[in-house]
């Protein structure tokens, strides 16, 4: 955990100070800020809050979702966001659209996550199968089952390589990481 | 913990964006560097490693004086920076005479907080008094005595007040509060 307290303000100095990064001071400021919301009580504090608060609780399937865009969404989504905010000129339409790719992935991902701790085995995933239903957490697969997460995971995912559609090829990468998040079983 | 995860990223986004702060986009990220150094490896986090491999051990004085430099002083020492770095044409020499004013103030706090767990009462300090030799912490205290450490508390607010002597009586505010912080019982 104290690595954790040490590794936090290391990602707002390397924001403010690393050379390697091309911004100038304004769009520095503007990548803290971008970071310090992904990672508070709005997003991945809070996130983590909720879901703490609702172990053991059956909730319904759109405020797991809430949680998941706080707890992993915000940060999957600020690594967008921190790269684009590093180009000011970015026209309006280009920002919403790789924020249109963001916001599904991150939840995707989440669910994919999910998805693997009931659907993997411990060895592949590096981490212990079944913990989340042993801890009696709401999640996709536990609140809509395992096929309706699947297909929910189709259909964020087709969503975000929507998104980048007015991008053509340059939007390549994006859509390589989007294919590798969501068929990864571990 | 988690309130300390969330409220780490608050101090961050005030720092980048909050309107009551007169400070440009350069200054801004000036102060996000100062926090994020005092908060980090090399400061408060780093401090605390320390002081938990300490624990049960015998340090020499200038190490256990090293670990509070970066526990406590170093944060104290920010709150300092970050004044004195609003006032970008502040002149060197000032720059200067106020870090002389804080780090030995923060030092200071730290020697004054392990002699009040040794000498205070727990329900004037509201902590358990004695937690420290409890737990085997190299303190002031526990290394070269309480005498010895009062002493060195008197000198180091000396130390403190003399580096405020060019500033005068614009300074009572700074040295009210170095009063304030060594003359305290909790």
């Given amino acids: 955990m104290l690595v954790g307290d040490a590794l936090q303000p290391l990602a707002f100095q ?5 050379p390697a990064l091309p911004a100038a001071p304004a769009v520095r400021v503007r990548l803290v800020e971008i970071l310090a919301h992904a990672a508070g009580s709005l997003g991945m504090a809070g996130g983590q809050a909720i879901d703490l608060a609702a ?57 994919q996550d999910d998805l693997l701790d009931v659907l993997g085995d411990t060895q592949t995933l590096g981490k212990t199968a079944g913990a989340d239903s042993e801890r009696g957490k709401p999640t996709h697969p536990a609140v809509i089952g395992i096929a309706a997460s699947q297909e929910r995971v189709r259909l964020l995912h087709a969503q975000a390589l929507a998104s980048l559609a007015p991008f053509g090829g340059r939007a390549a990468p994006l859509s390589l990481l989007a294919d590798w998040l969501l068929s990864r079983r571990y």
Avoid: N, W, Y
Avoid at 14 to 18: E, G, K, P, V
Avoid at 79 to 90: E, F, I, R, Y
């Fill in 14 to 18: 390397l924001l403010a100070s690393d």
């Fill in 55 to 111: 172990q053991g609780k059956r909730l319904p399937i759109d405020e797991v979702e809430l949680m998941h865009a706080r707890k992993t969404g915000a940060l999957i989504q600020a690594s967008v966001l921190l790269a684009a905010a590093c180009v000011p000129d970015l026209p309006p339409a280009q920002h919403q659209a790789l924020e249109g790719f963001a916001v599904p992935i991150g939840l995707a991902f989440q669910i």
